[in-house]
């Protein structure tokens, strides 16, 4: 997990609007975030509904990032640092759950790490995800830890057999991976990207992706004005929809250098 740059250039300037609200059904919200714009580290986690104390596993993931963050810290260093504090909450949430007998006990999280000159990286575990619009086109830069990702990409998870029947796309919300859940060693996949001026970086859960449309989702983020314009769009969409899950974005808009 190397994060190397070539090269000085001048820091973006970066605006940031983050928003995490219960939805208009479910009584608690257990999503979390991390917005800040010092460190450059934006992260959503979502705390599994299916399990006990879901709130509790996705805000152990945030203050562990949170508590790790270094403003005057490398990039390679912050990922490392990231990566290190999401398995130290895998094993905070499975002591909880082992020592209080719950079932399950887990959280998604999608973190994105930029440089602030040229270079991010975004992890995730689960279904939070992370999208970049560039250009008009809204790419979606995580890949889904569910069952239905794991069988339209011809690699089911260990122990599930593979599914031909398409029914299995109802499937869609069965996760493969979460921090706090599973017998193996949890691991975060990373991937590099390039950032430029003029990039708006989504950073959200399955509240907002689940709730609107591709189409949908791109046509609000790529509407144009600051990122809490944006934001305050795509949190409207969602209401529109009836807002049946928690939903939490942060946005971030990527300006000239300064």
Not at 81 to 103: K, N, P, T
Request: aromatic share 4%; proline share 2%; net charge positive.
């Amino acid at each position: 997990m190397l994060f190397g740059l070539v090269g000085e250039r001048r820091r973006f300037k970066v605006d940031v609007a983050s928003a995490s609200e219960c939805g208009l059904v479910r009584k608690d919200n257990q999503d979390h975030l991390v917005a800040d714009p010092k460190t450059l580290v934006f992260c959503v986690a979502d705390g599994m509904g299916g399990g006990e104390a879901g709130g509790q596993a996705s805000d152990i993931i945030c203050r562990s990032i949170d508590s790790a963050l270094r403003e005057h810290v490398g990039f390679a260093d912050r990922v490392r640092l990231v990566d290190d504090a999401i398995r130290r909450a895998d094993d905070e949430i499975r002591a909880i759950a082992s020592s209080a007998g719950y079932r399950q006990m887990g959280s998604t999280v999608a973190v994105l790490i930029s440089d602030g000159k040229r270079i991010a990286a975004v992890g995730n575990v689960g279904d939070s995800r992370v999208y970049r619009l560039r250009d008009g086109k809204l790419q979606q830069l995580t890949r889904d830890h569910t069952l239905t990702e794991a069988i339209l990409s011809h690699r089911p998870p260990q122990g599930v057999k593979p599914l031909a029947d398409v029914r299995a796309l109802a499937l869609s919300h069965v996760l493969t991976r979460a921090v706090g859940v599973g017998q193996e060693r949890l691991k975060v996949d990373w991937r590099k990207f390039d950032v430029k001026e003029g990039d708006v970086l989504l950073v959200c859960s399955d509240g907002v992706h689940g709730a609107v449309p591709p189409s949908a989702l791109s046509v609000a983020v790529s509407g144009g004005g600051d990122a809490k314009t944006i934001l305050a769009r795509i949190c409207s969409l969602v209401v529109a929809t009836g807002a049946r899950d928690n939903y939490s974005a942060v946005v971030v808009k990527i300006g000239g250098a300064g």
